[in-house]
């Protein structure tokens, strides 16, 4: 690597570490080369989701996201930190460099403020803004030949979005964003609003069914998921196993307290997290 691509990595890593709460736990699992490579990777997505979730007017968003594209387009011609590491990495590895484009796709959807009336049409969205992060990641990771790798990725990137949307109903709503499928809304009798507090209410309990529910059905996601870790080096499984094992912990403890999304934003604390990246290191589930 040159000084100039050294610093470029450096510069990820720090974002990394700033902003990537859950995923850094397991990113520090890889080896070096692949760790600054995922960094690389983490820090240009989280640029795309921040034009979505930022205070921008929505045409200056539609604009920078556009802009973004274009650049993806030259990107070894870029001179932007961020933007000289992801091209670096992709040189190195593998990575799907479309997937960028997909997840750009997606975050436009976030700033048309699209609703989704059927599950099919959530998974699209989640396909587009986490499943595209999956296959980067496998693009990192490597993996041996099969024909459903891919695949396995990209649910796995589908079952983290689905517990991000059940963990953030509150804050979502608060910003006028709803994901969860219309349809499912009406089978539990459901309408999302908020008290004077700013808490979601749920006096018969319909919601804390709804949420139950659609944790279940995240969980088929993580099962078919989970099916790369097999496929992966030692390294880059217990990085896959303690991402998604920390999001996996995060669903668990909805689904057992649905209530505890009502009022606050859920997380797991460092040591728990801690725990869950040391026993995906040693090979052990979450």
């Keep these: 690597m040159t000084g100039t691509l050294d610093e470029a990595y450096a510069r990820c890593v720090a974002i990394t570490r700033e902003r990537a709460r859950n995923f850094f736990y397991g990113i520090r699992l890889l080896p070096g080369p692949k760790r600054a490579a995922l960094c690389a990777v983490y820090a240009l997505a989280r640029r795309i989701d921040d034009i979505g979730d930022g205070d921008l007017r929505q045409v200056d968003k539609a604009a920078g996201l556009a802009a973004l594209r274009a650049q993806l387009r030259d990107i070894d011609a870029s001179t932007d ?17 479309d997937a960028f484009d997909a997840l750009v796709d997606g975050v436009e959807m976030d700033v048309t403020g699209r609703t989704y009336d059927t599950l099919d049409e959530l998974v699209e969205y989640c396909r587009c803004v986490a499943g595209s992060v999956g296959r980067l990641c496998l693009g990192v990771f490597g993996s041996r030949p099969h024909p459903k790798a891919s695949g396995y990725a990209d649910a796995l990137g589908i079952a983290l979005q689905q517990t991000n949307i059940l963990r953030d109903i509150r804050e979502d709503l608060t910003n006028r964003r709803v994901y969860l499928p219309q349809r499912d809304l009406d089978r539990f009798g459901v309408e999302l609003a908020l008290d004077e507090r700013g808490a979601l209410i749920d006096k018969d309990g319909e919601l804390a069914a709804l949420i139950e529910f659609s944790a279940a059905r995240a969980r088929r996601w ?49 040591w728990q997290k801690a725990g869950v990246a040391t026993r995906a290191l040693l090979g052990r589930a979450p």
Excluded: F, K, N
């Design 222 to 270: 993580y099962r078919d998921g989970l099916h790369l870790v097999p496929l992966l080096d030692r390294r880059s499984a217990a990085c896959c196993t303690a991402m998604s094992g920390i999001y996996q912990r995060l669903l668990d403890m909805i689904a057992e307290r649905p209530a505890s999304v009502y009022d606050q934003r859920l997380s797991l604390s460092g």
């Design 81 to 97: 930190p961020v933007l000289v590491a992801v091209a670096g990495a992709a040189r190195r590895y593998p990575i799907p460099l």
